[in-house]
């Protein structure tokens, strides 16, 4: 029982692992992203699309996952997340939260 238990214990700490998205790689992946949402996310000064820089990396995975499965309607970024898998919505995630931008806490923050 206790050899089970430490299995599952490893098993969940190793998808945790691998479910963290790489700056590096989203750098790399967000290409796309760029021509809508600016290089870092600081957007291309049109309000129709959001600034990513600097928001939660939870959120940013959450969007990119609700647009995949049309939770979240909206035909631009429906057609360009299904071709992306878990992993490159963490990478492109963790990319955009780790960039500087305008959103602030509500003490001021950055």
């Known amino acids: 029982m206790t050899r089970l238990l430490i299995i599952a214990l490893l098993s969940l700490a190793t998808a945790d692992a691998l479910a963290q998205g790489s700056v590096e790689a989203g750098q790399r992946k967000s290409q796309v992203c760029q021509a809508c949402h600016g ?3 600081n957007g291309i000064g049109d309000p129709q699309y959001p600034l990513l820089a600097g ?32 992993q490159d919505i963490e990478d492109l995630a963790a990319y955009f939260a780790a960039q500087s931008g305008p959103l602030s806490t509500l003490d001021g923050q950055n």
């Open 39 to 41: 290089p870092d996310g």
């Open 55 to 86: 928001q939660h990396a939870d959120y940013l995975a959450k969007a990119l996952r609700d647009y995949r499965s049309g939770t979240r309607p909206n035909a631009i970024m429906a057609g360009f997340s299904t071709a992306l898998s878990d």
